[in-house]
């Protein structure tokens, strides 16, 4: 993994992880989570030292973690481990990252973060790991473009209340999710709701 490039590929691109664990509850069920981070929208974000004008999303939205590179990035491994590091406040081990497979090309609508045309982006997979119930369903850190970084069951995913993960995100996940569908022993049905729901979007 450490020689993975993204050189061949239009740029710019980006990369995300989707990161899982399985929850034990306290009735002794297990559930498969997923956990997502929700982008400030609708409203100007807290205006930092290192940027000089206050910065607004288009919407509020979920979204697995990760972003689009920086101009001195040329390894989607250094933007994942950048980028989730900046918005969970936790390090991203990236010995147990498992291949993506192939890119997905992005069309993206002008916005005021980028204009219109394409762009590559690449999901990775953590392989999910076993905590008890007692595990936080958030984690609390501050950001000032991270309104809130949660876990949630994959069956709440895409639609969470009235907040929607990105189709492309959903179709980058149903990849995933169909590859290594055998590291996910017990929630087969699970996944092949999510995949069915993806990929009619």
Known sequence: MEGYSMNTYIAPWGARVADFRIRRTKTGKHVLEILLVRVWGGSTIPQAANRPQPFYTSKER????GGKKEPEQ?????VLDAEYKEE?????????????GQPHIVASKPSDRMASGTYTEMCFLLPPEWVTESAPASIQ???????????FELGAVP????VILSPNQQ???AALLRKYKSLFTG???EIDLFIMG???V
């Open 198 to 200: 993806a990929e009619g």
């Open 171 to 173: 179709r980058m996940l």
């Open 141 to 151: 850190h501050e950001t000032d473009e991270i309104a809130e970084v949660r876990w």
């Open 88 to 100: 969970t406040g936790v390090g991203l081990n990236l010995k147990r990252l498992l291949d993506a």
């Open 74 to 78: 040329d390894n989607p491994l250094a």
């Open 187 to 189: 929630f087969e049905k």
């Open 159 to 162: 639609l969470i209340g009235e």
């Open 62 to 65: 979920w979204a697995m973690p």
